[in-house]
Every structure is written in C-alpha cells, then in structure tokens.
C-alpha cells in the first residue's frame, strides 16, 4: 500500500570472501588489469601489530578465493582441508611457472576482479530499487540511505579484509538521498559514527531520539548552512586472534590525526598526521611532540567515557577471550564432536 509509511532494509552478503559474483558479470573487467596502491607492497616497518597480520593478498589468499577446483577423488573434508590452504600462509600456486611478484599480482587481479564484479551485482539491485520508487512516485517521499558496515581493503597495505583503524577500513560509505530535504550532489565533510546513524534517521524521520541513543543525529551536515558535527571519533575493535590475527585495538580520529593503541598480547602506539601521510606509512609516536600526544589521549579517554568502554586493558582482553570462545570455539568444538 503506497499510502503507508514503510522502512525496508535491503542487506547484501555478495562482496565477502568469498567474493562469488553472478555468472552475469563473470567476463566483466576480463580484458584489462588493475593497477595495484602505491602501498601494495608495504613491508609494515614501524608498524608491530599490522606486521603480524594474516590478511596479505600475496600469502594469506586460499584456494577457494582463487576460485581453483580440487583434484578428483577427494573426501569432502579433504576437498575442505585443500581448499583452505593458504589461509595460514602455506605456499601454494597454481602452477610452478607463477612465482613471486607474478603470483601476487595474479592473486591480487583474480580478487579485486571478482570483489567488483559482486558490487557491480549489488549496483544493479539497488537500481533496480531506486528505479522502482521513481515509477511509482515514491522516491519524492521516501528516504534512501546506502551504506555499509565498514570499508574494505583493496590492495591497499598488501590486504584484503577490514578490521584495522586505518583508514581504508575505518571509513565507511554513506550516500543520502532525500528529495525536498537534501540538495542532490551535495558532499559533507562532517566526522560521524555509525552509532550516529540511528538517531540520524530518527530526526530525518522527525521523531524523538531517546535518551538511551549514544549517537548523535548529523541531519545538520546536509543543512545549507552547515553546523560543526563532532570533533573527533572513537573506534574499537576487539577481535583476536581470529580472523586475520588482528590485534584489538582502540583508537582515536581528531582532526588530521588519529592515534591507536594495541594492547592485547603487546603495547604499541600508533599516530598519523593524515595530511602529510595519508597512506598511514609512517608511525610518528615515538617523535611526536608530548603536548600532541597527551591532547589526544586525553580526547581518547573523553569519548571512551562517554561511550562506556573505559575499560581497564585486563577487562578488554577478557571480553576478547569471552567472544572468541563463545562465538567460534564452542560452536567448532561442538560440530567437530558431532562429526
């Protein structure tokens, strides 16, 4: 019924590992290759904890991201087990001519290929929902947010995956549309979090925010006369070791600078001036001016109160092991007893 308000949520899992697009766009993208990021081939120096990674395009891909078939014959544990290889860094290539940097960019062209050949899946279904509205009128009052849980690494670093505070990951999409009330083509360079969002949508919606909400709406970065939004903004990720061996950390973005502490089995800085370097390549920590690094510190602490995660580093590590177990161990133990 056209004449009710409705909110739909329109979700995809396409452009995840292991990036399988539609037959449709299999030959997409088959007649060129793509040119790899100035840091494809970072060696991580003065970087500890993105140097124990296990997300490196060049050893961390498997068999099954390559899209290669197994040997006849197999058992399907074995045709599993075979597939997986490569996820802990075991050497493989498809065949003994394909060696070094040739392999790596052979990796590297199969994946950012078929990552892209499933957005463009995703770009077509989301037409055909915009399409949908316009025949029907309903795109004058409806409003269409397109955005994502976190960004993702194509190449740069050496990395598939996301996870890491640095910026190919930590910033996330959001395009608006919202005719009446957003001018179209407009951009915002206005800092926010995804907790941001609901209260966000809540305003747009012109219904009260609770109390409750942390976040807070930006509906004023599309304003004409734009407001100041927020300062600065937390991130904290606390997943280890799976998946990808990324160490948690929690860090902070103020301005051109972002500082990050990882602390789960070490205690390592991080800080960037965004401006002179904004590939993230140089750790600036250990030279940084003392008044630099304790004005962000103090920031951090601000928003870790605000936000409710001033935590004591013990407790942090514990909700680590907590979520681990709980979430991928008991369940593995459990399905490996079962077989």
Not at 145 to 167: A, C, I, N, P
Not at 203 to 232: C, H, V, W, Y
Not at 310 to 331: A, C, F, G, K, W
Request: glycine letters at 6%.
């Amino acid at each position: 019924d056209p004449e009710k308000p409705f909110m739909l949520l329109y979700q995809f899992k396409a452009p995840h590992r292991d990036w399988r697009p539609d037959s449709m766009y299999h030959d997409l993208f088959s007649d060129f290759d793509f040119p790899t990021p100035s840091n494809f081939d970072d060696d991580y120096a003065g970087r500890l904890a993105a140097s124990e990674n296990m997300m490196e395009i060049g050893n961390h891909l498997n068999r099954r991201d390559m899209k290669q078939v197994p040997p006849a014959g197999l058992t399907r544990r074995d045709s599993m087990r075979w597939l997986a290889y490569g996820d802990k860094g075991q050497f493989w290539t498809p065949h003994d001519s394909l060696q070094g940097s040739e392999l790596k960019n052979w990796k590297y062209q199969t994946y950012i290929k078929d990552y892209l050949r499933c957005v463009a899946g995703v770009d077509r279904a989301v037409g055909r929902v915009l399409d949908y509205l316009e025949e029907t009128g309903l795109d004058e009052n409806t409003l269409v947010v397109y955005t994502s849980d976190q960004g993702f690494y194509l190449g740069e670093h050496g990395w598939f995956d996301k996870r890491w505070m640095y910026e190919e990951s930590f910033k996330m999409p959001f395009v608006i549309q919202c005719p009446g009330v957003i001018e179209p083509g407009m951009t915002s360079n206005h800092m926010a979090m995804n907790i941001d969002f609901g209260p966000t949508l809540l305003d747009m919606a012109g219904l009260d925010i609770p109390s409750s909400m942390q976040g807070k709406s930006f509906r004023s970065a599309f304003a004409e006369e734009k407001q100041t939004g927020r300062n600065s903004v937390y991130y904290h990720y606390y997943e280890y070791p799976i998946w990808h061996q990324v160490q948690p950390h929690y860090g902070i973005k103020s301005g051109p600078y972002k500082l990050m502490h990882f602390y789960y089995s070490m205690d390592e800085w991080e800080l960037y001036d965004l401006e002179s370097d904004p590939r993230e390549m140089n750790n600036l920590y250990a030279e940084a001016p003392d008044t630099l690094v304790a004005r962000l510190k103090s920031e951090l602490r601000d928003l870790q109160i605000e936000f409710g995660d001033d935590q004591s580093l013990d407790r942090m590590r514990s909700m680590t092991d907590t979520v681990i177990s709980r979430v991928y161990n008991e369940p593995r133990k459990a399905l490996e007893k079962k077989e």
